[in-house]
């Protein structure tokens, strides 16, 4: 147990203890606009970074996954939980992925806003536990 202690008083070494926690991702995209048909499914790029102190590890249950919601225009959100994409493999602390997220866009056209997140699935959002989430612009055209 001290050689634990120790390894993560280094791991740590100047970081503030109370801003840690194990729900923490940094989620990025070169895409900050997507035009879709409605209905229609696709896949866009995502890189995320594994900023909290859990590793993430793809199972069957609660497994850790990166979702969205659906906004409109006004940021009412309009669907909660968006289609599930698994991670490639496990992601440590530090560590990241590019992903190919899973989106479907609404059945009416419109302007939305895509809010994506992490999902540890049956224990909560990531956002619930103070990571910041990636918005990207969504229009939906016939």
């Not at 209905?39 to 590890?57: A, D, L, P, Q, Y």
Request: aromatic share 6%; charged share 30%.
């Amino acid at each position: 147990m001290l050689f634990n202690a120790e390894i993560a008083e280094q791991r740590y070494k100047g970081v503030d203890m109370s801003k840690l926690s194990q729900y923490n991702a940094l989620i990025n995209s070169d895409i900050n606009e997507i035009i879709m048909h409605p209905n229609e499914i696709n896949k866009i790029k995502i890189k995320v970074r594994n900023t909290g102190t859990m590793t993430w590890i793809p199972q069957k249950e609660k497994s850790i996954n990166i979702s969205y919601h659906i906004l409109d225009r006004n940021g009412k959100t309009i669907l909660r939980d968006g289609e599930r994409t698994g991670l490639p493999y496990a992601i440590r602390t530090g560590e990241e992925a590019l992903i190919d997220m899973k989106l479907k866009s609404p059945d009416t056209e419109g302007s939305y806003k895509i809010e994506i997140d992490m999902v540890h699935e049956g224990v909560t959002w990531f956002e619930q536990k103070g990571s910041k989430t990636l918005i990207i612009n969504l229009e939906v055209k016939k």
